[in-house]
C-alpha cells in the first residue's frame, strides 16, 4: 500500500498540506542560510559586531552538528511513510498498557538518531497510530541513548555512569508514557484520532514479503518516497530551524560560560542546569561533551544527567511539534509537566551520591 493509499483510507492520519507559503519555515532557512554563510565569508567585519560574530557562529556550528540527523530522519521518515500502519502497530504493539510502552523506548533507546532526526520519527509514529503515551515514552528515551552517543559517553565519563544514566532515562520513559496512558484513559488528555487496530486476517511476515515483491526499486520510487518524506517532515522542519534561530540570537547576547560558574551540585546549580537545558537549543551531539563537563569538571552528576534530559522535556522545539502532531497544547504542557519533576528528583539524588 503506497503512502498516498493509505492517507485516502484512513484520512486523519495524515496532515494535509498547508496552501500558500509557510512563512516560519522559510524565514528561519533563511535566516539560517544568512547567519551560515555571514560566518564562512564575513568573519573580518563581523568582529566589529561581537554579538553577530556570536550568533553567525552558532547558527554555524548547530547546522554542522545536526544536518546528519536532519538527513537521517527525512530518510526515516520517507520509508516510514511507506510502510503500511498495520506494520508500524505490529512492531509497536497496541497503546494503553505497559508492553506498548516497553516497546516505545526500546525502539527509542536503540534508534541512532539525535534529537531533531527523533522528532519526525515520533510525529510520524503518532500520526501512524501510536498512543501519546508510546510517543512521549518513545521522545523522552531517544535523544542521546543511540549507539554511537552512548560510546561517546563511556569514553567521556564511563562505563558505570553511562549504564546508570540510560537505566535511569529507560524508567522516567516508561514512567512518562504510562502516566500519558492514564490521564488518556481518565479523559484528561485527548486520545489519538489516529488509533489503529490491524485487521485479525493481517499476518506480519507473510503479508510484508507479498508487499516487498510487488514494489518496484527503482529510481523513481526512491525519488518519490524522499520528496514525499521532505513534505511531511515540513512541520518539524520549520520548528527545528526556527530554534536554531533562537539558540544562535541567544548565544549571541548570552555568554555560555557564565552558566558554568553555577553548575555545582546544589540545588541552585541544579536549577541553573535546568534554565540552561530549556534556554539553550543544544543537539543531542553538542549536550553530550557538555553533559559529561558538568560531572568531570563540576563533580555534579545529578547536573550532568538533568542537563541531558531536561533538554528534551522543556525544548521548546520539541513542545512546539509535538502541539501540532498532536493538535492539543495539554499534550504538549504535560510533557514537561510530568517529566521534569521527575528529572529534577534524580538530580537531587544523584548530586547527593555525589556529596
Not at 20 to 42: E, M, N, P, V
Not at 108 to 119: E, P, S, T
Not at 135 to 152: E, G, K
Not at 339 to 347: E, L
Request: proline content about 4%.
Amino acid at each position: 500500500m503506497t503512502h498516498n493509499e493509505d492517507c485516502h483510507n484512513h484520512g486523519p492520519s495524515c496532515h494535509a498540506p498547508k496552501r500558500g507559503i509557510d512563512k516560519l519555515l522559510w524565514g528561519s532557512i533563511i535566516a539560517c542560510a544568512f547567519l551560515y554563510f555571514l560566518h564562512l565569508f564575513g568573519a573580518n567585519w563581523t568582529m566589529a559586531w561581537l554579538w553577530l560574530h556570536h550568533m553567525a557562529h552558532a547558527a554555524f556550528d548547530l547546522l554542522n552538528t545536526m544536518w546528519w540527523g536532519i538527513v537521517l530522519g527525512v530518510i526515516m521518515l520517507s520509508l516510514l511513510s511507506r510502510i503500511p500502519r498495520e506494520f508500524v502497530m505490529a512492531i509497536l504493539g497496541p497503546g494503553g498498557g505497559m508492553p506498548g510502552i516497553l516497546r516505545a523506548t526500546a525502539a527509542g533507546v536503540f534508534l541512532d538518531l539525535c534529537n531533531h532526526g527523533i522528532l519526525m520519527v515520533g510525529a510520524k509514529l503518532y500520526e501512524r497510530g501510536a498512543s501519546a503515551g508510546q510517543m512521549v515514552a518513545f521522545l523522552v528515551a531517544s535523544p542521546w541513548n543511540s549507539f554511537s552517543l552512548t560510546l561517546v559517553m563511556i569514553a567521556l565519563i564511563g562505563l558505570s555512569w553511562t549504564l546508570a544514566f540510560i537505566v535511569i532515562s529507560m524508567v522516567i520513559a516508561v514512567l512518562t508514557g504510562l502516566i500519558f496512558e492514564r490521564l488518556v484513559k481518565g479523559g484528561k488528555l485527548p486520545a489519538n484520532p489516529n488509533s489503529f487496530v490491524p485487521d485479525d486476517n493481517f499476518r506480519f511476515w507473510s503479508d510484508a514479503k507479498t508487499g516487498l515483491k510487488a514494489t518496484q526499486f527503482d529510481l523513481v520510487w526512491f525519488k518519490t518516497t524522499f520528496v514525499q518524506g521532505l513534505r511531511d517532515s515540513r512541520m518539524v522542519l520549520r520548528w527545528i530551524f526556527f530554534g536554531v534561530v533562537l539558540a544562535a540570537v541567544v548565544r549571541g547576547f548570552v555568554d555560555e560560560s557564565t552558566f558554568s560558574a553555577y553548575f555545582g551540585p546544589t540545588v541552585l546549580g541544579l536549577g541553573a542546569t535546568l534554565l540552561a537545558a530549556t534556554v539553550l537549543e543544544v543537539c543531542s551531539e553538542g549536550s553530550t561533551p557538555l553533559a559529561a563537563d558538568l560531572l568531570s569538571r563540576a563533580g555534579a552528576p545529578g547536573n550532568s544527567f538533568s542537563f541531558l534530559m531536561a533538554g528534551v522535556a522543556t525544548d521548546y522545539t520539541e513542545i512546539a511539534v509535538v502541539k501540532e502532531t498532536t493538535s492539543s497544547w495539554k499534550i504538549a504542557l504535560f510533557l514537561p509537566l510530568i517529566t521534569i519533576p521527575q528529572i529534577v528528583g534524580v538530580g537531587l539524588i544523584l548530586n547527593m551520591f555525589a556529596g
